[in-house]
């Protein structure tokens, strides 16, 4: 049965089940502080805390340490019946070089988790999907932002509402 088809407490408690086996199998690796969880209406999202953890900067090959996270949440997650959607994302850093904008990085870094998982460790792609976001839509720039706003408000401005006024991107 699909994960969709399991009532809302047994979706998250197979979802709970697979954080912690991904958990305990990063921190067997002393991997255990490069990822953090949430249980979203969408399902389990699992973030790398650090885009140096997966990728050099401005890079989207894989590193070894970043290989062996993937490993240790492929293994948990290609279990699940679930749809998986890897998302890349950048930092604010201009980029130079091989990608023409930080969109087309965090695509690539997205397709190249993406590829990881289809040819090393055979998650079936029909099961996937891949997107890329500029750095404006990473949870760290917009908690930078949000504190920027506050900051030169007092706490009563809000993003994006005062960020023109701030010379902040919108």
């Known amino acids: 049965a699909l994960l969709r088809d399991v009532s809302e407490d047994g979706q998250r408690s197979v979802l709970q089940g697979a954080q912690q086996e991904i958990q305990r199998s990063l921190d067997q690796e ?4 490069t990822v953090r969880f949430r249980l979203e209406s ?9 885009d140096r953890v997966l990728f050099e900067p401005g890079q989207a090959d894989l590193r070894a340490e970043g290989r ?13 019946p ?3 959607s ?7 850093v201009p980029i130079s070089g091989r990608y ?11 397709t190249t988790v993406l590829r990881e998982l289809i ?3 055979h998650v079936d792609p029909g099961r996937l999907s891949a997107a890329g976001y500029p750095h404006e839509r990473s949870r760290e720039y917009q908690n930078m932002i949000a504190e920027k706003v506050r900051a030169a408000t007092g706490g009563y401005g809000s ?6 006024q701030l010379g902040l991107p919108q």
């Open 68 to 80: 062996e996270v993937v490993d240790k949440l492929a293994a948990a997650i290609g279990r699940l």
């Open 42 to 50: 969408r399902g389990l999202v699992v973030t790398i805390v650090s």
């Open 100 to 110: 023409p904008s930080n969109w087309e990085l965090s695509t690539a870094r997205a």
């Open 82 to 84: 679930n749809r998986l």
């Open 119 to 121: 040819e090393r460790h």
């Open 159 to 164: 993003w994006p509402h005062c960020s023109q």
């Open 30 to 33: 002393g991997l255990g502080d």
């Open 86 to 92: 890897v998302e890349g994302h950048t930092d604010n």
